[in-house]
């Protein structure tokens, strides 16, 4: 009798925490299916980024990257500065042609610093697999026999 009442006890449960997880107030996530560069470009530009989070060749490196903010401007021109100094570096979005782990998803999200040293490990053409009003998700297993790298970068 015990496990008759249980078990839709336990149903009822799971679908609260199913429906409770939806929220009408979370960021539209752009269709990267349908490759919308102008739309991509336009989120980017618009105001200050910060790094949220960078696993790099399996160790987490997001704490390296407190205090730097990122501005992805005009003619392709990404800026960081952390405060006491400015980096100059380039950044485009684009589509790609290349046979990768996604094929719905060909935008490809190049990053190039030619120093220091820490905004050089953030030099790569990543996957974008994720990209709101307020964060971009990218992935890259370029040159990281290791695993994958991740890269979020967030609004600030």
């Not at 009798?1 to 249980?6: E, G, P, T």
């Not at 987490?60 to 990122?70: D, K, V």
């Not at 405060?83 to 046979?99: A, D, M, P, R, T």
Request: hydrophobic share 35%; proline share 3%; net charge negative.
């Amino acid at each position: 009798m015990k496990k008759i009442f249980f078990y839709p006890l336990l149903f009822g449960l799971f679908l609260l925490n199913v429906a409770g997880t939806c929220c009408a107030d979370d960021p539209e996530v752009v269709s990267i299916e349908k490759n919308n560069l102008a739309q991509v470009n336009s989120i980017l530009s618009q105001g200050n980024w910060k790094v949220s989070y960078f696993l790099d060749k399996n160790s987490n490196m997001t704490n390296e990257y407190l205090g730097y903010n990122f501005t992805f401007g005009t003619n392709e021109i990404l800026t960081s500065s952390n405060g006491e100094n400015i980096f100059i570096g380039n950044w485009s979005v684009l589509k790609s042609n290349s046979i990768d782990d996604n094929p719905d998803n060909d935008l490809d999200f190049a990053i190039s610093f030619s120093s220091p040293d820490k905004l050089i490990e953030l030099t790569q053409h990543w996957d974008v697999t994720e990209i709101t009003e307020t964060k971009v998700r990218l992935k890259s297993k370029s040159g990281n026999v290791d695993g994958i790298n991740y890269l979020t970068f967030e609004k600030k």
